[in-house]
């Protein structure tokens, strides 16, 4: 269900769907500040219904990040 | 159902200033993040047609941005300003450690914290006399010494408690300085959910992500008031709204009101609309049934909670009800815009909402246990001062409704007024007056010659201002008090003198109480040796009522403003008797 998290991460930064991938990241999402990233998180947890740590959160450099992390948490990810 | 802070976030990017006619300044300064609180003010206001502008403080620079002169907010100038700060800020240390120190120092630490928030508010208003809106602090449930808590001498949670307090009492007297209750807003949500340690730890929030809409949703609610967007008037259908069942079919036994689950349920509602009724809003009835057997409920039923002395009109027929709402409109001479509509039916729900989108439609779901909440929830009957019109506000419409039926009496309308023994005295501006000077001048909207709105703090600079005269008029007549229904600004310059402001309220046009009132400042005007009295006539989508009033009163146009010629002799309407302050 990769399909799924790049959805939620395009909604919560308003992009297209089609630009996000395992790579995107503050770097290249320009709306990815931190505020925004807790946005992000709130909205996987309530998704997913799923809590992340601190160091979780703190530790997400990218998308791919985000998917090993809800993988932990028993999400499936039908890649 | 509120929505979620980031559908907030990205319905906000869609706003742009538009050209309502309601506008809003709003600063917020705050003592932790507070990001998206602003999205959701502005997705609110936009909802009500308001224009949003704002300007946000930067994180926890309360303190400069009160005391510089020079700072982003009083450049800004904004309408309103919230300033919240949090339980942790303002007890610093103290907040995790109370107990470290005794309870005479505690004492001595909240006054001194309560110094700090009363200069900063005195600061404030010296700087910008504009409406300030302070948050109390949050009581926490925990404390170190457990379920001794309240044993202690002057403990933590009483030191918070005492710091509202002070605040409360300091802030009561002033008009422009309002407490938000944050502690209730807390209670009402629950600590364990409006606070995230998590989303502390993360980004110092202090107001988890899922309760930035609800309070921005509160705090709406002082906005709403200032632009006299509160509404007035609920309109109430019977059957499955006020009682259970259909009068009609299950019978004045049938009906379920009172005893039963669900009947405990309507009373409750109708306890709830009293105490509304009670603060000034009008109640009125909309409902397809035979009158007989209706009226028979409200009147005889034992359990039933409001009668009829509380509606300022019935309407109970078969005939349509946007009709009916038309006609009750026409007969408490209230607009759609402050009207609330509670009706169970999806279908007579759908046809207001089409019909009269400015009608808050409530969509009231089939299960009456959640109506009171429902009524508690809403945010629109706030008023920022409830002046002496409003509380009487019932009896006044009750006294109309004798007016109305001894006007079927007498046989023409001279007879009427004649008989209806009016009395209009003309007050000054002072402390009990300005506030309702304010009022009118943000809420009449037909007979109204400039509609200009101002707040109360605008009233008061006119009073103070040398070069203006601010009045009032209180109309009584035989069946009772209408209170201060008439105001009027006039601006005095170069000895001519220019009506700034003349409105009307709606309860006593028609009965010669405006040509009094004009006639009284014509009169002030001759003996202060005035050369000319100017008017203005400012066309708005709903003052036609006194579009001819300058004419019909002798004004004659020149240009832009109407002119009354200060030779002829000043004539006041025979009916009527004329009291001046």
Request: charged letters at 30%; aromatic letters at 10%.
């Amino acid at each position: 269900m990769s399909k799924e998290v790049y959805g939620i991460v395009a909604k919560v930064f308003s992009i297209s769907e089609s630009d996000v991938n395992d790579s995107s990241s503050p770097e290249n999402i320009e709306s990815w500040d931190s505020f925004n990233g807790l946005i992000l998180v709130d909205e996987l947890e309530s998704h997913y219904n799923i809590k992340f740590t601190i160091s979780e959160i703190t530790n997400v450099k990218n998308v791919a990040d985000i998917k090993k992390h809800l993988k932990n948490h028993n999400v499936e990810l039908n890649e | 159902m509120e929505k979620k802070l980031s559908e907030y976030l990205s319905l906000a990017k869609n706003i742009n200033i538009s050209k309502n006619e309601k506008k809003i300044k709003v600063g917020i300064l705050g003592s932790f993040t507070l990001n998206g609180l602003d999205e959701c003010l502005k997705v609110k206001c936009s909802e009500q047609n308001i224009d949003y502008e704002s300007y946000i403080g930067n994180y926890n620079q309360y303190n400069q941005e009160i005391l510089n002169s020079e700072s982003g907010l009083y450049k800004f100038e904004p309408d309103i300003t919230f300033l919240i700060i949090d339980n942790r800020t303002i007890l610093g240390d103290l907040f995790h450690n109370p107990y470290s120190v005794s309870d005479k120092k505690r004492r001595e630490i909240v006054d001194e914290k309560f110094g700090e928030i009363k200069n900063l508010i005195e600061i404030f208003q010296e700087k910008l006399n504009k409406k300030l809106v302070i948050c109390n602090f949050h009581i926490p449930y925990f404390s170190s010494i457990g379920i001794i808590e309240n044993k202690s001498d002057f403990g933590f949670h009483e030191m918070i408690n005492e710091l509202n307090k002070k605040l409360v009492n300091f802030v009561k007297v002033k008009n422009s300085i309002f407490i938000f209750d944050y502690n209730q807003f807390v209670v009402k949500h629950g600590e364990k959910n409006v606070f995230n340690y998590k989303q502390f730890f993360l980004g110092d929030i202090k107001i988890a992500f899922d309760y930035i809409p609800f309070f921005a949703n509160d705090l709406i609610g002082y906005i709403k008031p200032i632009l006299g967007l509160n509404k007035k008037c609920i309109v109430l259908d019977l059957d499955n709204t006020l009682w259970g069942g259909i009068v009609g079919e299950d019978g004045f036994d049938g009906i379920e009101l009172g005893h039963s689950s669900n009947g405990k349920a309507f009373v409750e509602f109708q306890k709830q609309l009293l105490s509304l009724w009670q603060q000034g809003i009008i109640l009125a009835i909309n409902s397809k049934n035979n009158l007989d057997d209706a009226i028979k409920v409200i009147k005889e039923h034992p359990d039933m909670i409001l009668r009829e002395k509380h509606f300022a009109s019935i309407k109970i027929n078969w005939n349509d009800k946007a009709q009916n709402l038309v006609d009750i409109s026409e007969e408490i001479n209230i607009g759609f815009n402050s009207m609330v509509f509670f009706d169970d039916d999806k279908l007579n729900q759908e046809r207001i909402r089409n019909e009269f989108p400015e009608v808050l439609t409530i969509d009231l779901p089939k299960d009456p246990s959640q109506y009171t909440e429902i009524l508690t929830d809403l945010n629109d009957f706030n008023v920022l001062q409830n002046t002496e019109e409003d509380s009487k506000r019932g009896e006044m419409y009750a006294q109309q409704r004798q007016r109305n039926q001894f006007k079927e009496t007498v046989s023409n309308l001279e007879q009427f007024l004649n008989q209806l023994e009016i009395k209009v005295k003309i007050k000054k501006s002072n402390e009990f007056t300005i506030p309702r000077i304010s009022q009118l001048t943000l809420k009449t909207n037909q007979f109204n010659l400039t509609t200009r709105r101002y707040q109360e703090e605008d009233i008061k600079k006119f009073v103070n201002d040398g070069n203006y005269l601010v009045g009032c008029a209180q109309v009584t007549d035989k069946f009772g008090d209408n209170g201060i229904t008439g105001a009027f600004i006039v601006k005095k310059e170069n000895n001519i003198w220019t009506l700034d402001t003349f409105l009307l309220s709606c309860r006593v046009m028609g009965r010669g109480v405006e040509d009094a009132i004009l006639s009284h400042i014509i009169d002030d005007a001759k003996r202060n040796n005035v050369k000319e009295v100017k008017a203005e006539f400012i066309h708005t989508a709903k003052n036609k009522p006194a579009e001819n009033f300058l004419k019909d009163f002798g004004f004659i146009k020149q240009e832009n403003y109407w002119n009354y010629k200060l030779n002829n002799d000043v004539e006041y309407p025979n009916h009527l008797e004329m009291e001046v302050e």
